[in-house]
């Protein structure tokens, strides 16, 4: 069982950044590919991005491709992800999850955080 907490949300103006980080216990940390979604209100939740767990490969959504980036620390059991030039379209909660598999499909997704809320204003 793989336990997931969120950090590093709050408020931010736009063009603004934010830095989330995702700490794991309870499994091999290395053994998981990582993804981040997001919820906005009244919205589905949504792929963000994932860092495969062998090469640390990793692909984004288009709606943030090239502001966004994941990386992962397997020493400190840690995925983080940085968000550059934030748009008020950001504003969402933010999950980070763990698979065994390689998918940008939220049900693949079998461990979840509880989420940190990012709040970009205009």
């Known amino acids: 069982q793989v336990q997931l907490v969120e950090s590093g949300g709050g408020t931010v103006q736009a063009a603004g950044s934010l830095r989330l980080s995702c700490a794991a216990s309870?499994?091999?940390?290395?053994?998981?590919?990582m993804g981040w979604f997001r919820q906005a209100p009244g919205k589905e939740r949504e792929f963000v991005g994932r860092?495969?767990?062998?090469?640390?490969?990793?692909n984004y959504a288009d709606s943030v491709r090239g502001r966004f980036t994941i990386s992962r620390d397997n020493a400190k059991n840690t995925v983080y992800l940085q968000m550059n030039s934030l748009k008020p379209e950001d504003t969402a909660k933010y999950y980070c999850?763990?698979?065994?598999?390689?998918?940008?499909?939220?049900?693949?997704?079998?461990?979840w955080g509880q989420g940190t809320q990012v709040t970009v204003s205009s």
């Open positions: 309870g499994g091999t940390f290395r053994f998981y590919a």
């Open positions: 860092i495969r767990k062998s090469d640390g490969r990793t």
């Open positions: 999850a763990a698979t065994n598999s390689v998918s940008n499909n939220a049900r693949s997704y079998d461990y």
